[in-house]
C-alpha cells in the first residue's frame, strides 16, 4: 500500500532563512504568549491573592449557630419554674436528604411511620425550617423513645440526612402554673428579627415570645456558639471539621413569685369560679395579683383559662393550635391571655375607695358627711338605686364604705362632676394612684386602660360620627358618666394589676403618714449566673411620690377595715373566723356590671405585715362570677391563709352589693 | 501490500551515528512525562469527590490513558512518519469520516454530539481528527509545494481544512473547529505561502466572524448556539452574569487566585467542591492553580514551553518538507490549546472549550496528543539518522 517514496516530491529541505525567519516568528509569539500568561498569573495568585481567597472562604463557608442552653426561670425560693432539659430528638438536615422527590417522599413515609405522626407534617415542618433558617437541622419530633432512636440510627443507610440526638428544649415543669407570666419561647424567625429588641439576635435562635421569657429574654438566652460548615457549589454540606465556638449558656432569672402562694392563688381562683358557677353564673375566666405594696414586687400572678407552655417547645399538632386560638369562637378563652396586666374591666365598687378620696381631698365633704338616705337617689331625671333596692339610710363615709352603699357614691361621683376636658376631681386622683396609665410592670404587653373624662368622650363621639360602629352613643359627657365613674361602672377600664397598684399605693401612704409611693410592680428578683451565683440584683424601681391627708385616708382605711370586719361589711362574712387582731384586713368587694353578660365579681384587699410576712395586696376578679363576696372574696381569704400561714378556709359570701 | 514498512526500516542500514545516544528526544520526552504526572497528580486533588465511593476514579483511568499514549508514542516515534504521505487520501477520508459518524450516532454530552461512546473511552473524532488533518494537510502542501505561491493552492488547503473544521463546528464543538483553521495556517505559514494570502485570510476571517457575531444574529439568523455566542463574549465582561457564562469564568479566577504562591493542596475548596466547572478537563488550569499555587502553574507553563521549544526545533531538525510542516501543525495546536485553554482559566479569552494538552482528563484528547508527540519523535528520529547518513551530526 505504501509506495516508495519519490525523492524529486520530498527533498530534504535545508533549512532556508524564509523558514528560519517564520520559525523565530512562531518561537516569538509563543514567547510572547507564555510571557503574557505568566503575569496573568502573577497578577491573580501573588498580587490579588487575598482578595480571591476570601471570595473563595465565602464560597465554601456557612455559620451555624449552636444553641445555648437557655437560662433558669426561679421561683423566689429558688424552685425552677422554667428550665431547660435535654431531649432525644429526631431531626433532619435538609442538605443531605435525597434529591429525588421519589427518595424523599418515601423516607418521610418511614420516618412517618417510626415517629407515630403523619408524613404530611414531616414535609411541612421541613418546609418551614428550611425558610426559617438555611442548612440547620430541622427537629420533626422531641422526646423520642429509645426505641424510636434506636431504629433510626441502627438503620442510617434508610434515613439518609435524619439524625437522632440530644437537644435543648424549654421545660416548664410545673406545666401551666403561672403559665402567661412565664410566657413562652419559639425560634426568631426572619420576620421577627426585624423588631428592634431582637435586631442583634440571628434569626433561628430560641427567643422569647412573650412573658418573662421576653422581658428577660437578654439574660436567659445566653450566647450562641458557632460552627461553621463547608458546603460545595450545591449548597451540601462537606464533612470537613472546621472550627466551632462553644455557646455561653443563659443566666438565670429569679423571681419575685412566691410558689406556694402563686399554687394557692391557681387553686383559689378556680375554686371562686366553682364558687361562681354554682351560684349559677357563666364564670370560666379571672385573674389574680398578689403584691407587696410597699416596694411592687409581684408575689403571685395568674391567669384562668390557662395552657402548658410546654406545648410550644415541640413540634405543635393542628389541634393544640385549634384550642389555643379558640377555634372560632366569637369569645375565645385566649389562655395565652395575661389578664391580670391585659384584661381591661370596670372594677365595680373597689373604686370607691378612690371616689371617697377625691371628695375628701377636694373639701366636697367631711368624714361625718352624712347622705344617700333612701332606696333610691334622683341625678339628672333619674333615680338611682343600691343594688338590691336595699335602704341602708343616711351614712357616714366610713359606712357607706362598710357597706358599699351606692347612693351615697352616687351622690358624691356628682358632686365631683367637672366638664373640663381632663375631667374633675374624681379623674384626677384615679391618675393619681396610679389608673390610666401603664404601670411599668417588667412584662410585655400591658394594657394602660382607660379614666373616662370629658375629652375621651368627645374623641369617641367624634370616632363613632366617622365609623358608626358603636364604640359610643354620641352624647355629650354628662354627670351620669361621672356617677357610673364613681362607683367603677361603665366606661372605666382597668386591670388587675392596676387596681393591686392603688390599694398598694394607698396602703403605703397609711402606713407612712399619708406619705407614700405608687409602687411600680415587678417580677424580676436577681439575675444569677448558671452556677447560681448572684450576678446582679434587680432594683425595684422607686414609684412616684404621693401625698394624702393622713386623716382622710385613715377614715377611708377604716371604712375598708370595717367593710372587711364590722357586722355588716361586705366581705366581713367572707373573713369569718380570721384573726383580724393579728392581721386587720382592708378590703372592698366590687360588682361591675356588664353589658350582655353576668356582673364581674372584684375583691381588692390589703393586709399589713407580720413579723415573719410582709405586707400584701390581693386583687381577685373573675368575669362573670357574680357579686364579688360571693366568689372573688373567698379567693382573696384563701390566698392570705397561705401567706400568713393559716388554716385555709373557704367562705363563700352572701353580701349582694355592687 | 507485501511490505510492512516497520520491517522495510529495520531492513536498510540505519547506522547509529555517535553522538546520537538515544532514539528519541529525551526533553521532548521529559516534557510530555512531567505533564502526565502533573495531570494524575492534579486530578487526584481535585476529582476526589466527584464520582461518591471512588476518589481515584478519574486518576485510575487517566493514568492508563496515559500509559496507552505513553506506548502508543514510542511505537509511532519508530515510524518512518514519511510514509504516510502516501495514505494522505485514505487518512483525510478517514477524518471526515470520524467527524460525520459522531456527528451521525454519537451521544450528546452537555447538549453537544462529539463522542462515540466505545467499551474502554468514549471516542472523539473531532480530537483525533486533529492529527489526521495535520497529516493530511502537511502531504497536500507537500505535493504542491512547487506552487506555493499560487493563490489556488492556499485556497485549496484551506478549503480542504474548512470542511471538516465546519463539520466539528456543527457537532457543536467549536474550540476543535478553530483548533482545525489554526492548524491550516500554521501549515501554510511553515511551508513559505505569501504574506498576502495571509492577510487576504485574516480579512475575510474579520469579516466572517463580525457575520456570525453581529450581523446574523440581527436579521435572525444564528450560526452559532446562543450558549456560544454568550461564552465567546462573556470573558470580556466576566461580571456582570456571575450566574451564567460568566460564572464559570469568575469561579475560575476565584480558584487560581485562591491558590496564592505555593496552592491549597489539601485545603483546596474551589475546584473540590464543583464550583469550577469541568475541574478535571477544560478548567483543569484551576485547578493546577488553586491546588499548587503560583509554583504549580509555572512550573506547568514551564513544561510547556519546553514541549513548544523542542518541537520548534524539531521543525528545523526534520530531513525532509513533509515532516516540517507536519511539526509546524503539531506546534500550531498545541499552542492554540494551551494558550486557548489556560488563557480562559485566568479570565482573558473565551470560553471555547478545547482541552489543556495532556493535563485535562480524556482518552481521545490524551491519545491525541500522545500520537502528535509520537510524529515529532519519529522526525527527529529520521532527521537525525539522515543527518549522521550524510556525516553532519545535529547537536541540539
Avoid at chain 1, 325 to 351: E, V, W
Avoid at chain 1, 476 to 492: I, K, R
Wanted: with cysteine; charged share 15%; aromatic share 8%.
Amino acid at each position: 500500500m505504501i509506495d516508495p517514496i519519490h525523492p524529486s516530491d520530498d527533498r530534504r529541505v535545508p533549512v532556508s532563512p524564509q523558514l528560519a525567519f517564520r520559525v523565530a516568528i512562531m518561537g516569538g509569539v509563543a514567547l510572547i504568549l507564555f510571557a503574557i500568561i505568566f503575569f496573568r498569573l502573577w497578577y491573580l495568585q501573588v498580587l490579588s491573592s487575598s482578595q480571591y481567597t476570601q471570595l473563595a472562604a465565602q464560597n465554601v463557608t456557612r455559620e451555624l449557630p449552636i444553641a445555648a442552653p437557655r437560662g433558669s426561670i426561679l421561683a423566689r425560693g429558688g424552685q425552677t419554674l422554667a428550665g431547660t432539659e435535654s431531649t432525644a430528638a429526631v431531626q433532619v438536615n435538609p442538605s443531605k436528604l435525597p434529591t429525588s422527590p421519589a427518595a424523599r417522599t418515601a423516607l418521610y413515609r418511614r420516618l412517618a411511620w417510626v415517629l407515630q405522626i403523619k408524613s404530611r407534617d414531616v414535609n411541612a415542618l421541613i418546609k418551614q425550617g428550611e425558610a426559617t433558617l438555611p442548612y440547620a437541622n430541622v427537629t420533626i419530633a422531641t422526646d423520642v423513645s429509645q426505641a424510636q432512636r434506636d431504629y433510626i440510627l441502627e438503620r442510617a443507610q434508610d434515613f439518609p440526612g435524619v439524625t437522632a440526638q440530644p437537644i435543648y428544649v424549654r421545660d416548664y415543669p410545673l406545666n401551666d402554673l403561672a403559665a402567661q407570666v412565664l410566657g413562652t419561647v419559639g425560634v426568631l424567625n426572619k420576620f421577627d428579627q426585624q423588631q428592634s429588641r431582637y435586631r442583634s439576635v440571628q434569626a433561628g435562635t430560641i427567643v422569647g415570645q412573650s412573658g418573662v421569657e421576653a422581658a428577660y429574654d437578654r439574660y436567659l438566652r445566653g450566647i450562641p456558639g458557632e460552627q461553621q460548615v463547608e458546603v460545595n457549589a450545591f449548597g451540601r454540606a462537606q464533612p470537613t471539621p472546621l472550627p466551632e465556638i462553644q455557646p455561653t449558656p443563659g443566666d438565670e432569672v429569679r423571681l419575685t413569685l412566691d410558689l406556694p402562694l402563686e399554687e394557692e392563688g391557681e387553686k383559689a381562683l378556680q375554686q371562686g369560679i366553682g364558687l361562681a358557677q354554682s351560684n349559677g353564673n357563666p364564670a370560666s375566666r379571672g385573674a389574680f395579683v398578689a403584691m407587696n405594696p410597699l416596694n411592687g414586687e409581684v408575689l403571685a400572678m395568674g391567669s384562668a383559662p390557662t395552657f402548658d407552655p410546654n406545648i410550644f417547645t415541640h413540634p405543635l399538632t393542628p389541634a393544640q393550635v385549634k384550642a389555643l386560638d379558640g377555634g372560632g369562637n366569637d369569645n375565645p378563652p385566649a389562655p395565652q391571655l395575661n389578664r391580670a396586666i391585659q384584661g381591661l374591666y370596670p372594677t365595680g365598687s373597689t373604686f370607691k375607695p378612690i371616689t371617697a378620696m377625691a371628695g375628701l381631698e377636694a373639701g366636697l365633704i367631711t368624714p361625718e358627711t352624712t347622705m344617700g338616705g333612701g332606696s333610691c337617689v334622683t341625678i339628672g331625671n333619674e333615680c338611682l338605686h343600691n343594688s338590691g333596692e336595699v335602704n341602708d339610710g343616711s351614712l357616714d363615709l366610713e359606712n357607706a364604705l362598710r357597706v358599699s352603699e351606692d347612693t351615697y357614691f352616687y351622690l358624691l361621683g356628682a358632686m365631683e362632676n367637672s366638664q373640663n376636658p381632663r375631667g374633675g376631681v374624681l379623674q384626677k386622683m384615679a391618675h393619681y394612684l396610679g389608673l390610666g396609665e401603664l404601670t411599668g410592670v417588667d412584662l410585655p404587653g400591658e394594657e394602660p386602660g382607660n379614666i373616662p373624662d370629658p375629652a375621651w368622650r368627645a374623641k369617641v363621639d367624634r370616632e363613632e360620627a366617622i365609623c358608626k360602629c358603636g364604640v359610643a352613643d354620641g352624647r355629650p359627657w354628662s354627670v351620669g358618666d361621672n356617677v357610673n365613674l364613681a362607683t367603677g361602672q361603665g366606661d372605666l377600664q382597668a386591670t388587675p394589676l392596676q387596681m393591686a397598684v392603688v390599694y398598694s399605693s394607698l396602703a403605703d401612704a397609711y402606713r407612712n403618714d399619708g406619705y407614700g409611693r405608687v409602687p411600680v410592680p415587678h417580677l424580676g428578683l436577681e439575675i444569677d449566673n448558671p452556677q447560681g451565683q448572684l450576678i446582679q440584683r434587680i432594683a425595684s424601681p422607686p414609684g412616684r411620690h404621693i401625698h394624702l391627708n393622713e386623716g382622710d385616708l385613715s377614715v377611708v382605711m377604716d371604712g375598708l377595715h370595717m367593710a372587711a370586719s364590722a357586722p355588716g361589711g361586705t366581705s366581713s362574712d367572707v373573713w369569718t373566723g380570721w384573726n383580724q387582731d393579728a392581721v386587720p384586713v382592708y378590703g372592698k368587694t366590687g360588682t361591675a356590671v356588664r353589658n350582655g353578660q353576668s356582673d364581674q365579681a372584684w375583691y381588692c384587699c390589703y393586709l399589713p405585715g407580720t413579723a415573719t410576712r410582709s405586707p400584701i395586696v390581693i386583687v381577685v376578679t373573675i368575669e362573670q362570677g357574680g357579686f364579688g363576696d360571693q366568689s372573688a372574696a373567698p379567693v382573696a381569704r384563701l390566698m392570705a391563709s397561705e401567706w400568713y400561714g393559716v388554716q385555709e378556709k373557704l367562705v363563700a359570701g352572701t353580701s349582694a352589693t355592687l | 501490500m507485501n511490505l510492512s514498512p516497520i520491517q522495510t526500516l529495520e531492513e536498510e542500514p540505519v547506522a547509529v551515528p555517535r553522538g546520537l545516544v538515544l532514539p528519541f528526544d529525551p526533553l521532548l520526552l521529559l516534557s510530555v512525562i512531567g505533564l502526565g504526572a502533573a495531570s494524575l497528580l492534579t486530578l487526584g486533588g481535585a476529582t476526589r469527590n466527584d464520582v461518591p465511593g471512588s476518589p481515584h476514579y478519574y486518576v485510575e483511568r487517566q493514568a492508563i490513558y496515559l500509559g496507552v499514549g505513553l506506548v502508543l508514542m514510542l511505537v509511532i516515534s519508530r515510524i518512518d512518519y514519511s510514509r504516510l504521505r502516501e495514505l494522505k487520501y485514505g487518512i483525510y477520508c478517514a477524518l471526515i469520516f470520524s467527524i460525520v459518524v459522531v456527528l451521525g450516532v454519537g451521544s450528546s454530552a452537555n447538549g453537544s454530539q462529539r463522542a462515540i461512546n466505545l467499551p474502554l473511552f468514549s471516542f472523539q473524532g473531532s480530537e483525533l481528527g486533529k492529527d489526521l488533518l495535520i497529516v493530511s494537510l502537511s502531504a497536500f502542501v507537500v505535493d504542491r509545494s512547487r506552487r506555493l505561491r499560487e493563490r489556488e493552492t492556499t485556497a485549496r488547503i484551506m478549503l480542504l481544512a474548512l470542511v471538516p473544521a465546519l463539520f466539528v463546528i456543527a457537532q457543536p464543538d467549536l474550540g476543535s473547529g478553530l483548533v482545525y483553521v489554526a492548524i491550516a495556517f500554521a501549515v501554510l505559514f511553515v511551508a513559505g505561502c505569501p504574506w498576502q494570502h495571509f492577510l487576504a485570510l485574516l480579512t475575510l476571517g474579520a469579516v466572517a466572524i463580525a457575520l456570525v457575531l453581529v450581523a446574523a444574529p440581527a436579521v435572525g439568523v444564528h450560526v452559532l448556539k446562543p450558549y456560544q455566542t454568550q461564552r465567546l463574549t462573556a470573558f470580556l465582561h466576566p461580571s456582570s452574569d456571575p450566574q451564567e457564562a460568566g460564572y464559570q469564568q469568575l469561579e475560575s479566577k476565584i480558584a487560581i487566585g485562591s491558590g496564592g504562591k505555593t496552592g491549597r493542596g489539601a485545603n483546596a475548596t474551589q475546584t473540590k467542591l464543583e464550583f469550577v466547572p469541568e475541574h478535571g478537563t477544560d478548567f483543569i488550569f484551576a485547578a493546577v492553580g488553586e491546588l499548587y499555587g503560583f509554583v504549580g502553574a509555572s512550573i506547568v507553563l514551564s513544561l510547556y514551553a519546553l514541549l513548544i521549544w523542542r518541537a520548534l526545533r524539531i521543525l528545523t531538525l526534520s530531513k525532509n518538507m513533509f515532516g516540517t510542516l507536519v511539526a509546524g501543525g503539531i506546534i500550531a495546536m498545541l499552542m492554540f490549546q494551551i494558550f486557548v485553554n489556560v488563557g480562559m482559566a485566568v479570565g482573558i479569552m473565551p470560553i471555547t472549550g478545547v482541552t489543556l494538552p495532556l493535563l485535562s482528563y480524556g482518552g481521545s484528547s490524551v491519545i491525541t496528543i500522545a500520537i502528535a508527540v509520537g510524529l515529532l519523535q519519529s522526525i527527529y528520529l529520521q532527521g537525525r539518522s539522515a543527518a549522521a547518513l550524510k556525516g553532519r551530526v545535529l547537536r541540539f
